[in-house]
């Protein structure tokens, strides 16, 4: 994701439907693991971890606009983390980027809706995936939930209008998900 012509090629292949009604950017880098502290996150590391959560989806974002906007109810979905809110120690450099993903979904949000274009950031939540063991590794993690269980939430997502729920950020394990007054 992080290549522009990767990123190219994606939407040339969307191109033959004519539009784009849904974009999920849930490409994501948790960065080293064990996960360091922040105050001692290797700065290469650190760019790479943003290059793939930040620039890489505003970049697909960029490069989807037009199909995107031919679309009467176009939606970009940003995955995030809770980690974008909780300054957990070790979490930093991965907590940062989804963070800044996080007003980067906010700002598109506000930037696209003249052109029909609705953008939310999601936060999953904990999930027993391959992302959660490297963050954890040698730790059992079988008592998260598998990634099912978000499925109630993407169906309440996807049903309702874009543009009503553009701006969002959601938490797609919540006992309920509230379209914004």
Do not use: C
């Not at 191109?15 to 064990?34: F, I, M, Q, T």
């Not at 506000?110 to 999930?127: F, I, N, Q």
């Amino acid at each position: 994701m992080t290549e522009a012509a990767h990123r190219r090629h994606l939407v040339d292949a969307a191109r033959a439907w004519g539009r784009l009604d849904l974009l999920v950017n849930n490409a994501s880098e948790l960065g080293p693991s064990p996960l360091p502290e922040l105050a001692r996150y290797p700065l290469e590391l650190l760019a790479r971890v943003f290059q793939v959560n930040v620039l890489a989806p505003v970049g697909l974002v960029q490069e989807a606009l037009p199909l995107l906007g031919r679309s009467s109810e176009a939606l970009v979905v940003n995955i995030s983390s809770d980690a974008a809110v909780g300054g957990y120690p070790g979490w930093g450099g991965y907590g940062a980027s989804k963070a800044a993903l996080d007003l980067a979904s906010r700002t598109l949000a506000e930037e696209l809706r003249p052109e029909g274009v609705a953008v939310v950031s999601v936060d999953p939540g904990d999930m027993r995936t391959a992302m959660q063991q490297a963050a954890f590794p040698g730790e059992d993690i079988s008592d998260r939930p598998p990634p099912d269980v978000t499925l109630p939430f993407w169906a309440w997502l996807l049903g309702q209008d874009p543009l009503a729920v553009s701006g969002s950020r959601f938490q797609a394990q919540a006992e309920r998900w509230n379209v914004p007054a």
